[in-house]
Structures are given as structure tokens and as C-alpha cells.
């Protein structure tokens, strides 16, 4: 009997690696960006060509980069959490119409609501690979200094907001 | 009739040879550039392919962005630290050798040894048993039933 307690020991260490990586989502790539500043930027504005939004325009506000388009579908589902977010007040969003006809991003924003202060339009998404993208809908929380403290891959929800967003927010606004 | 006409679609048919998709620069050396480093580089979109093999739009685009940095005159380095910058080490599509990765890399040839150790020691304790001889009565029974019964003398 005893001789089978170093394999049996060897395989439950086995289990709890298979537990451990059967957790982990390789969809949620950690951005490199975390930390470092954010990467600079001019892009038109998607509702107004004649002006232009940069990063450096937002320093000394803490600020939400949403990364979005019209085809995205993932995007209409945490539409309505941005919406509410937008109302609150809280934190200004500005917003990356990524890969997008300009008129489709338009008529989604009159369609569903626009919770952007401003959008930019990234026809070709070179900003969005400079940033690091490579699925729609992408949140960066951005500090005061232009400095990227978080990514968030994927539609926002209320939990991810309330959880870790908003405090992250409130505790970079506050220094 | 019916006979002419599906002979002439099927010459029809067979006249559309499918050639070789013309490469997006008319430089074949630049293509050959992109193709390597697009061939180490993962889609993230489709993360078991390259994007050399990925048809996800990142991954067009990202060749694009490859073709165009090879024009600028980047090292095929320096291309590689550019997606890596922006993506992390998992664009990478073979894992890089750090410490981190370090268990990745040798922890199969470890197990390996491991197991080559533990069949090693398990054959030298087994040679270490006697071997005992048979008493008569269980060598008469085992002769007996080898010649299932039978009585062969």
C-alpha cells in the first residue's frame, strides 16, 4: 500500500497544475504597457474632421481609453455599462473608433448613445496595434501623467467596474 | 446538343488554372523577409497560428505592419522587438528562454531524467532479489501443467 503514495502524491501535484491552468484565459494577453507611458498619438476626431485628439491633450486628468467599433458585437454588450459609467461622471472616456467607416461609427453612436467626451478615428488601426489591441472592446485606465495603469481585455461589466476600474480611478485621481 | 454545350463549359472550366496569389510586394526577397518573421510571430487573434498562417484581420494587418518596417530599412530585430514591445513575449510563437520560461523549456528533458532515475533504481533493486528454487513438489506441478495433463514419458 505504502508504495503507492509517491505516485499518487506525484499525480495530485499534476491535478492541481491542471486546476490551476484550466483557470487561466490565454485570451487575456498581459499588456506590456502596464506602467509604461501611453503610446502618443494624434488621430481626427470621428465627429468632427477638422479636429484632432492626442493623448497628451488629457494630461493631468485621469482618463478611460474605450476601444470600440460598429461591427463589434462584443462592444454593444457592455455598451450600456459604459452609458451608466459616462453618467456618473466619475472618469471621462474617450473613445477609439478602431477599424471603422466613419459613418457607421456615427450612426452606432446616434443609434445606441454616445458615453465618449471625445472619439478618435483609427481608420487603419496602426494606433490600435500601437497600442498593444487585438480584440474590440479594450479599456485602458490612463493616469494623470499619461502613464497606462490597467488593461482591460474585453466588454466591461458592472463587477470588473465596481471591482477594479472604479477603485483604481478614485485612488489615481486622488494623488 | 446537351452534349456540346457541357463539353464546352467543362474546357471553360478547365481553362481557370489556379495560379500562385501574386505576393503584395513585387520584391520576392522582402516577401521572404516578411514570410520569416511573420512565421515567428503568434496571432493573437487565432493564437495557435502564426500570423504567417492566420487569416484573422490582426494578423493581415500586423503583416502589413512587418512589409512596412522592412521598407523603412528595420532589422528583422528590430521588427520582432517592435511587436514584442507592444504585445508582450506571447506574440512571441516560440516561447523565449528566460526565467520565467525556464521550466517550460527543460522541465520535460527533467522528467525524462527523472523517470530514467527512478526505472534505474527500481532495476538495480529487483536485481537484488535472490532468485529461489522451485521445492521438487512445485516443480513436478509445474511440469504437469506445461504438459497440460498429459503424460509425456
Redesign the interface.
Known sequence: MRRFILPLGIFFVLIGFLAAGLKLN??E?????IGKPAPAFNLVQLHDEGKTIAPEHLKGQVWLLNVWASWCVSCRQEHPVLIDLSRRGIVPIIGLDY?DEREAGISWLLQHGNPYSISAYDR???VG????V??VPETFVIDKKGVIRMKHTGPLTPESLDNKIIPLVKELQGA | MRKLISLLLMAAAFSVAAGEAPSASADPALEARVQAISEELRC??C?NQTIADSHA??AI??KN?VREMLKKGMSNKQVVSFM?????D?VLYRPPVKNTTWLLWFGPFLLFAAGLGVLYFKLRRRGDRKIQALSAEDHAAAVKLLNDGKDLS
Do not use: N
Open positions: 490565454p485570451r494577453v498581459p499588456s506590456p504597457f477599424k487603419d488601426g496602426r496595434i500601437d497600442y498593444g487585438y480584440g | 493573437l487573434v493564437q484581420e490582426l494587418d500586423l505592419q514584442v514591445e507592444r504585445y508582450g506571447f
